[in-house]
């Protein structure tokens, strides 16, 4: 199953954007972690970087699941 993970966004006006483009998001993850990369399938889902989004996985992880 295909799964839309939203990443670094911090504001509402920025993440109504992302969803008007991809649809509400299956997960929101605050930053890109090394956690957040075991809940991607490379083959099948798709990751929408927002402006506080990195492609660099930060040396720290949060479990920002915990927030839903």
């Known amino acids: 199953m295909m799964a839309v993970h939203f990443v670094?966004?911090?504001t509402?006006?920025?993440?109504?954007?992302?969803?008007?483009?991809?649809?509400?998001?299956?997960?929101?993850?605050m930053w890109h972690d090394h956690r957040m990369q075991g809940d991607i399938d490379d083959d099948l889902d798709t990751v929408v970087f927002g402006s506080k989004g990195s492609l660099t996985p930060s040396k720290f992880s949060w479990q920002d699941h915990e927030l839903w």
Do not use: Q
Request: aromatic share 14%; proline share 5%; glycine share 10%.
């Open 8 to 10: 670094g966004f911090r």
């Open 12 to 29: 509402d006006a920025e993440h109504s954007a992302a969803v008007k483009v991809w649809g509400k998001p299956d997960f929101v993850h």
